[in-house]
């Protein structure tokens, strides 16, 4: 089976990502994309985001969301593991399961590759980047300009993806879902058991 492997810490899953990967993968001919969420340790230190969702709320997050796109696939691979896999291992352990597989990374993980990434050079000439090309980044420039990423075009497909996602930000909805936990938090104490949650009433 032909799919993208698309990584990352989706604190929370947004439209954007659901919305760019089924765009990509449709663009590339690909049945399936799979979600693989990375650990919270990762994120947290690795990364230095603020604050990241649960191993076990991220992943459930993706499952809900799958359960009405039948090409997603959502994968607990490497959250189950005890510290965060590499993507190259990630690759080839869902290769020997069968999948014909491309990683799939926004523009904005290109000038990260060289030096951040570990084992490009495998990833591109074994399975290949789908690199989407995220709001008004330059991508052929950015690569062209970039003489170790011009050293791996070969391996690179580019996709120039449309403006509808182009003001999504993770950060901005895990903005808002907090505040809406911490307003939730507060009416528990405000109003009567039987009203806690209000969907039915705002």
């Known amino acids: 089976?032909?799919?993208?492997?698309?990584?990352?810490?989706f604190n929370p899953p947004t439209a954007a990502h659901i919305?760019?990967?089924?765009?990509?993968?449709?663009?590339?001919?690909?049945?399936?994309?799979i979600f693989m969420p990375s650990k919270r340790h990762y994120i947290?230190?690795?990364?230095?985001?603020?604050?990241?969702f649960s191993d076990e709320e991220r992943y459930a997050m993706l499952q809900k969301i799958a359960a009405n796109h039948p090409w997603m696939i959502v994968s607990?691979?490497?959250?189950?593991?005890?510290?965060?896999?590499?993507?190259?291992?990630?690759?080839c352990k869902l290769r020997e399961q069968g999948y014909e597989l491309k990683l799939l990374i926004g523009s904005?993980?290109?000038?990260?590759?060289?030096?951040i990434w570990l084992h490009v050079p495998e990833i591109v000439s074994e399975f290949g980047i789908a690199v989407m090309a995220r709001a008004d980044d330059a991508v052929e420039e950015m690569i062209s300009s970039d003489p170790y990423l011009s050293a791996l075009r070969s391996g690179l497909t580019v996709v120039e993806t449309p403006?509808?996602?182009?003001?999504?930000?993770?950060?901005k909805v895990r903005a808002k879902m907090m505040e809406i936990r911490r307003l939730q938090d507060e009416l528990k104490d405000m109003v009567p058991e039987e009203l806690c949650g209000m969907k039915d009433y705002i």
């Open 163 to 171: 403006d509808t996602w182009k003001n999504a930000s993770a950060s």
């Open 76 to 91: 607990d691979l490497e959250i189950r593991q005890a510290e965060q896999p590499r993507t190259y291992n990630t690759l």
């Open 1 to 9: 089976m032909r799919a993208l492997y698309y990584g990352g810490a």
């Open 108 to 115: 904005d993980w290109l000038s990260g590759l060289e030096h």
């Open 19 to 33: 919305g760019l990967a089924d765009y990509v993968r449709k663009k590339l001919g690909y049945e399936k994309v």
């Open 44 to 52: 947290e230190g690795d990364e230095g985001k603020d604050y990241a």
